[in-house]
């Protein structure tokens, strides 16, 4: 799969528009239908995801995107400003697509939609340049189709069981082993700083059992999102990571971690002592949420 920046114009294409943000299961339907109806009439795959003005916070990044799609039978992720949609007629042009797939979110009645969605707009430029329009179905969960507000209630509540339910797969955070204060270390628990995108959403502070995909290995652990008010006086939100029967040195590199259950509350502890003995508590936890946890495949 090519994932690009810009549009770069193929003469003839099957195109989805969307910001696809969440990647939840709706999202994968329609790539799915984009990639068979392309493969149908001997065209291309294209899907064009708007990228949010600067200052949006995401569940999934563009990087992200493309690592979740990456095995799909997609030809070419297109990850583009969102002005491009403000002139459909223009933006279908560029694109070259001779067959344009929707979801239900193309009809303007349609209540589960995100803000701002793009495809009916899209859906009528393309009715009024005679391209043929492929409508996807829905996906639905304890029958009410898969829809942003959804994911939004979910995550808000910090349910991820049920975020999971709605993605096909844990809340996912791409980013690099960064180093940190190096506390950890120096109690025996070294963690893993994780640096992620500016604009990517984080789940609400607390202590998570999670997942993490390190060069293709899944790994248990569970995750520190927030302040430490037990080892300093830091308002930053940080994000760390103790893998469990773990050693390697990871500094510098990409990892997946995957937030799959909420363990506490971020709490100030009274000293060493305290700490360790809560940690132990936690991992009894992270490994018994995790005992029947897997990732699906990329």
């Known amino acids: 799969m090519k994932h690009l920046y810009q549009i770069e114009k193929t003469d003839n ?10 990647m939840h299961k709706g999202h994968r339907s329609l790539v799915q239908t984009l990639v068979r109806e392309a493969k149908k009439r001997g065209l291309p795959s294209v899907l064009v995801s708007f990228v949010p003005s600067e200052g949006t916070f995401v ?4 990087e992200e995107k493309a690592l979740l799609l990456k095995n799909c039978g997609l030809d070419v992720l297109i990850s583009c400003n969102e002005k491009e949609k403000s002139d459909p007629a223009a933006l279908i042009k560029k694109t070259g697509a001779s067959c344009i797939v929707c ?8 209540e589960q939609c995100e803000p ?22 829905e996906v639905c969960e304890n029958g009410e189709a898969i829809s942003m507000p959804m994911l939004d209630a979910a995550f808000e509540r910090g349910d991820f069981d049920a ?23 120096t109690v025996g628990m070294p963690t893993a700083n994780l640096g992620l995108a ?25 995750t520190n999102i927030g302040r430490r008010p037990s080892v300093d006086n830091d308002t930053k939100i940080s994000t760390e990571t103790l893998l469990l029967d773990f050693s390697r040195d990871i500094y510098g590199k990409k990892i997946e971690l995957y937030v799959c259950a909420f363990i506490r509350n971020v709490v100030k502890l009274n000293g060493l002592v305290e700490v360790q003995k809560q940690v132990q508590k936690d991992i009894v936890a992270a490994r018994t949420l995790l ?3 897997s990732l699906p495949p990329l």
């Open 291 to 293: 005992s029947a946890r």
């Open 163 to 185: 975020f999971s339910r709605l993605c096909g797969r844990p809340y996912m955070m791409v980013g690099e082993v960064l180093h940190g204060k190096g506390l950890g270390r």
């Open 103 to 110: 979801g239900k979110c193309a009809e303007d009645e349609h």
């Open 116 to 137: 701002l969605n793009a495809q009916p707009a899209i859906r009528k430029a393309a009715q009024e340049l005679g391209i043929p329009i492929v409508m996807c179905e």
């Open 59 to 62: 569940y999934t990044t563009e």
């Open 13 to 22: 294409a099957c195109v989805a528009f969307g910001r696809f943000d969440g």
């Open 198 to 222: 500016p604009n990517k959403k984080k789940p609400p502070e607390g202590v998570y059992a999670t997942l993490t995909r390190i060069d293709g290995e899944v790994f248990k652990g569970l």
